[in-house]
Structures are given as C-alpha cells and as structure tokens.
C-alpha cells in the first residue's frame, strides 16, 4: 500500500457534493497513510457572474482560496472565487497565474514539494504544469453512466 506521500488530487466539483463518490472514498483511504490534498473545481466566469448579477452570492461573499484540513491527513483545497476561469484575454491569463499561485502557495505552507498529481477529468489538461515537479502524473477517469 502506499505510504508516506503527498498526493494531490484535482476534483470534479466540490468536497460538500452531495453525493458520495468514488473519489471521496478514494481520497479517504489513501489519507489513512499518505497526506491527501483534494483540488475543487475552479469556479466559472460566467456562473459568478450570474450568481452576482441574480443576488445569489454577493462581493462582499467572494472568498479567497483556502486550504482546510477535514481530517487526519486529508485537506482541501479551494480556489478563489474572484479569480475564475475566464475566456478572454487578458482576465484568462491574469487569473490563470491568480490560481497557480495560490495552490502553489498553500501547497508549499504545509510542506508538499514532490507529489503524485491525480486528474480525474480531461477538461483539466491546462493545469498540467500547474505544479512543478511532480513525482508522477495519473489521469484518472471514471465513465458516467
């Protein structure tokens, strides 16, 4: 079993979905040996944009990223919501290097320096070199049925 590793495993969506999912159980079991840090979804241009302008969230709400230990082992890792995926230029550079810098930062406040990087869907293939020198890549994907 593996053992006394940095894993960093880039979610779907959010750790509160609420369904179970294999990637919980995933995650969870490798925490009991390894330190895990689950990656959510980064947020949307658009979808905040339509939370804003529909008073679902407002800016005083926009959070900045976060890294939250859930249990032993097991952390999670939030994007900054003001900083989101954004087509056109020059938002999508600028809050492309936003974002790298923040996981980049709370993965190096708690020590991570060569982890296993774990993708779980193709729309994630820019975030590639998001983090430097990984000890190995996995490219992971489940169908939905």
Not at 29 to 34: D, E, Q, S, T, Y
Not at 113 to 136: M, Q
């Amino acid at each position: 079993m593996l053992s006394d590793r940095d894993i960093v495993y880039f979610g779907a969506d959010s750790w509160e979905d609420v369904l179970w999912r294999d990637r919980h159980e995933i995650c969870m079991r490798l925490a009991a040996r390894n330190r895990v840090i689950y990656v959510e979804s980064r947020p949307y241009f658009r979808k905040l944009r339509r939370r804003l302008w529909n008073g679902e969230t407002k800016w005083q709400d926009l959070k900045w990223a976060s890294l939250r230990e859930i249990c032993p082992g097991l952390f999670v890792f939030r994007y900054p919501d003001w900083a989101p995926i954004a087509g056109r230029f020059p938002f999508r550079q600028i809050f492309a290097v936003i974002r790298r810098n923040a996981i980049r930062s709370s993965l190096k406040h708690i020590g991570v320096t060569r982890p296993i990087v774990w993708f779980n869907t193709p729309n994630l293939v820019d975030l590639l070199d998001d983090l430097p020198s990984p000890a190995l890549r996995i490219y992971h994907v489940v169908d939905q049925y």
